[in-house]
């Protein structure tokens, strides 16, 4: 049954017009508002009081009109309070604070070990918010809003399918961030996350239906449908490293590819069979000696490795692209991204060919912060919808 209108309801739907109009378009005045919100004028100004005193509008200086009394414009403001967005990944942990626009105030990356015990990864995560949160300059409120990106998958308060990462109670690095800060926290997948920042700030601005791929240590994926997250009937859209490359039969025709006869990349733990087929440790020690290490470049491989890589990548993509339709295909990660400027001509060559409707196909160009990016818009669509009585103390002007 739909729910039945009351004044409260319609009052609260008026308030979030004015405030996404200030968002999208401020300053503005009264006047201006009722124009574009198609609300009669004492309905803009009885709702505008209120926004003015709880800290959710501010004033902006005098109108330009030339007639009459000078209109007084208002601002969203974005300086009520703050939030943080933390990528949490296999050696590094990012994390950002903004403002409620989404504008960086502060940002830092800081070197992590994620085989650590589960103890002293939630004590890292939760000194990286701590950080952020000491660092915002004076006058920004506080801290309304922590989302946190996490590798594989997470259910019932803990992190599955995420090979190499010390796991740990989610509800206990929950509770330390809001008794420290009293802020809500969310938990996302990463790969998720990094799909969010390509689409708000990134590669994905002008589309509306993408499929972002990271491959860095592993392989995941994340698809945006029609602007928004799907993930699946178990939250695990997207974990393409678990897809099939190749026929279980040991009886394979000789035009078999050889690479693609190789057995020993099936799903070991969990880690799928493309995500082990895709993994350079495969092709043992770096050429001219030494053992490989994590962050290690191309110009450590030769060349049949890394094309055979890139093949296997490309297959993966071109796959995805044929069940998806996506209008965009992203490609991120350290290993995407290094791969990708060597071949990203031979990809967008093979799905063109293979493809009836080849997608647009990118690089991730924001420098590996559209996790941190993806995690901030996260805390803004958080703190958009919280009933307004439920903020009315979060600002202060100090």
């Known amino acids: 049954m739909a729910d039945i209108a009351t004044p409260e309801s319609i009052g609260e739907a008026n308030k979030r017009v004015l405030l996404r109009l200030l968002r999208a378009d401020g300053p503005l005045s009264r006047a201006d508002l009722a124009r574009h919100s198609g609300m009669s004028f004492p309905t803009v100004s009885s709702n505008i009081r209120f926004l003015l005193d709880h800290g959710y509008v501010v004033t902006h200086g005098a109108g330009g009109n030339q007639l009459g009394r000078k209109s007084v414009l208002l601002s969203y403001n974005a300086a009520r309070g703050f939030l943080v967005g933390v990528d949490v990944g296999r050696t590094r942990i990012r994390v950002m604070a903004a403002d409620l626009l989404g504008d960086v105030l502060w940002e830092d990356s800081r070197p992590f070990d994620a085989s650590r015990s589960g103890v ?7 000194g990286a918010v701590a950080a952020a949160a000491e660092s915002v300059p004076a006058g920004h409120g506080r801290c309304i809003c922590v989302c946190i990106g996490l590798p594989g998958i997470i259910r019932d308060n803990a992190i599955r399918l995420a090979p190499n990462f010390s796991d740990f109670p989610l509800d206990a690095l929950r509770a330390d961030i809001h008794s420290r800060h009293g802020a809500a926290v969310l938990y996302e997948n990463g790969v998720n996350l990094g799909a969010k920042g390509e689409l708000w700030k990134g590669a994905g601005r002008d589309y ?5 791929v990271s491959h860095g240590v592993g392989i995941g994926a994340a698809l945006i449908l029609d602007g928004r997250l799907y993930q699946g009937a178990d939250g695990a859209a997207g974990e393409i490293g678990f897809a099939i490359i190749a026929p279980a039969s040991e009886s394979l025709p000789e035009s ?4 693609l006869s190789d057995r020993s990349f099936r799903r070991t733990g969990d880690s799928g069979e493309l995500e082990n087929a895709l993994s350079l440790e495969r092709f043992g020690p770096v050429p001219g000696g030494g053992r490989k290490r994590t962050g290690a470049t191309a110009d450590q491989w030769d060349d049949a490795a ?9 297959m993966a993509l071109t796959n995805a692209s044929a069940l998806l339709n996506p209008r965009a295909v992203i490609v991120s990660g350290g290993w995407g991204r290094t791969l990708g400027k060597i071949f990203l001509p031979d990809w967008k060559e093979r799905m063109a060919a293979a493809l009836p409707f080849p997608p647009d196909l990118f690089l991730s160009d924001l420098d590996n912060r559209e996790t941190m990016l993806g995690a901030v818009h996260a805390a803004i669509e958080y703190a958009e919808g919280l009933p307004f009585e439920s903020v009315t103390n979060s600002w202060r002007s100090d």
């Open 208 to 212: 509306r239906d993408i499929l972002y």
């Open 306 to 314: 890394l094309e055979t890589v890139s093949d296997r990548f490309s």
């Open 256 to 259: 078999f590819p050889k690479f």
């Open 120 to 126: 002293r990864t939630r004590a890292a995560i939760a």
